[in-house]
């Protein structure tokens, strides 16, 4: 019996996310939340003849707290796609000053009525995003680092799909999963495309289509932005990659062993194995890495992708580095007002 409750169910990246959740077989409950239309959506969904059951909750007012208690009660694994998305011209770190508090508020909610849930965190800037969460777990003393992601997979996705792209003859967008780390937002992402079977793709290129590539993967949401031109940022293509890390987690839950997905994890830590030498590597609390998922959560990170990276992508890692540090101080500063 899973239940999974999704906080911002009735957004762009919500109603899709929740379409994947309801017809995973491994979910036997789908809770959804939303302080707007989500009775619409919980109707809708609950019509499709998966086995799992759907409940919406609605909050009456900004003071209704029972909204959300009762859409968190008992959750397993809550994804947070809930706050405002980006328009033309707007970095994810302008979005800080709604979404921080908007998350914040969430977090705290879950402290209280779902302690022991896996979160994912979409809603952005996700580099600040995942510190507050952990700051607020923090405070309210139910702070398991193994369960809180940030959810880079995106980033990983547009990486997979872009160098296949370059080579539609040879090969297909399945054939890659690279290891994208660092952050979420501009050139704090940062594509190891060096690594594995991607590598020798990458050589093939001149040295300003590797920088084109690159650059499209640290800013690939940007083209979906100016494509919706003020109508939001990537949902579809979101709502995809947010499936995906909770359908592994799911399945690392069930059992399922050596599955690894990137994502945005807490390095200040010792219970994730590797997070000690990731943290001296990188010296930062947070960082996106391939982390292998266990039945607990976020196992072990993966840090030896940092040693192994090229050159040229080491140099890129010092620029995520010196963003990527003030981006985590902000949401600490943030949480700790
Ligand atoms: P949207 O505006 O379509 O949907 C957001 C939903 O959150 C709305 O339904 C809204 O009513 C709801 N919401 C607002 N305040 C809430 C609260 N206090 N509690 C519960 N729900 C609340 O936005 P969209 O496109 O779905 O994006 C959501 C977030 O995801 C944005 O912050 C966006 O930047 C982020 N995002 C993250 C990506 C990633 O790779 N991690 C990729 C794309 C977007």
Do not use: W
Request: glycine share 10%.
């Amino acid at each position: 019996m899973v239940k999974v409750a999704v906080l911002g169910a009735a957004g762009g990246i919500g109603q899709p996310l929740s379409l994947l959740l309801k017809i995973n077989p491994k979910i036997s409950e789908l809770s959804l939340f939303d302080v707007v239309n989500v009775p619409g959506v919980g109707a809708d969904l609950s019509h499709i003849n998966s086995d799992s059951t759907t409940s919406s909750h609605l909050p009456s007012s900004r003071e209704d707290k029972t909204a959300l208690a009762s859409a968190l009660k008992g959750a397993d694994l809550v994804v947070i796609p809930a706050g405002v998305p980006r328009k033309p011209g707007m970095t994810r770190d302008d979005l800080f000053n709604i979404n921080a508090g908007i998350v914040k508020s969430l977090a705290e909610g879950i402290a209280e009525n779902a302690p022991n849930a896996f979160v994912l965190i979409i809603s952005n800037p996700v580099n600040s995003t995942v510190p507050i969460v952990a700051e607020t777990f923090k405070k309210a003393g139910i702070y398991d680092p193994k369960k809180l992601f940030g959810v880079t997979t995106l980033d990983i996705v547009r990486a997979n799909t872009f160098i296949s792209q370059l080579y539609p003859k040879e090969t297909k967008p399945s054939d890659f999963n690279i290891a994208v780390v660092g952050g979420h937002s501009g050139e704090t992402i940062v594509p190891l495309y060096s690594l594995g079977n991607s590598g020798s793709y990458l050589e093939k290129l001149s040295e300003e289509d590797k920088k084109k590539l690159i650059n499209r993967v640290q800013f690939g949401g940007d083209e979906v932005v100016q494509a919706k031109n003020g109508a939001g940022s990537a949902t579809l293509s979101m709502a995809y990659a947010g499936y995906r890390l909770a359908e592994s987690i799911l399945k690392a839950v069930d059992g399922s062993s050596g599955i690894t997905e990137c994502a945005f994890v807490d390095l200040d830590n010792t219970a994730i194995k590797g997070a000690k030498e990731a943290k001296e590597l990188v010296g930062l609390g947070f960082f996106s890495l391939p982390v292998v998922l266990g039945p607990g959560g976020a196992e072990e990170v993966k840090y030896d992708v940092l040693e192994k990276a090229s050159a040229e992508e080491k140099k890129l890692l010092e620029v995520a580095k010196e963003q990527l540090a003030k981006n985590i101080e902000k949401g600490v500063a943030f949480s700790k007002q």
